[in-house]
């Protein structure tokens, strides 16, 4: 099992650029597929940025060009950089992570992870 601590969100202004911080901890935590979900209120959640253990990576495509996903050495800590923000990121960000050794790459890995952190709020004002 993974344990998975969120960190990071605030509010900014459109245009602006926060980074979220998921720890991740726990028995082979570097063998996880992980994710950055996001959900705003009367919205479905929707997956924000995947990458597997191949390190392949998926972008929702209202993201494209301003997030990135990548993770820190020994892969106990996920990043979600974002730039450019938008009034419509706002949301509760979440990490997520299937696994351990998870063999599905990110074209194929659905949108029900096991494993979720508590969440960060992200807003942007105009």
């Known amino acids: 099992q993974v344990r998975l601590v969120e960190s990071g969100g605030g509010s900014v202004q459109a245009a602006g650029s926060l980074k979220l911080s998921c720890v991740v901890s726990g028995r082979d935590a570097d063998t996880y597929c992980m994710a950055w979900f996001r959900q705003a209120p009367g919205k479905e959640r929707e997956a924000v940025a995947k990458i597997d253990r191949y390190g392949n990576i998926y972008y929702v495509d209202s993201v494209k060009g301003r997030f990135t996903i990548a993770q820190g050495n020994a892969k106990s800590t996920l990043y979600l950089q974002m730039n450019n923000l938008k009034p419509e990121d706002t949301a509760m960000y979440y990490c997520?992570?299937?696994?351990?050794?998870?063999?599905?790459?990110?074209?194929?890995?659905?949108?029900?992870?096991?494993?979720w952190g508590q969440g960060t709020q992200v807003t942007v004002s105009s």
């Open positions: 997520a992570a299937d696994g351990p050794f998870c063999g599905v790459r990110v074209s194929i890995w659905g949108d029900s992870p096991t494993y």
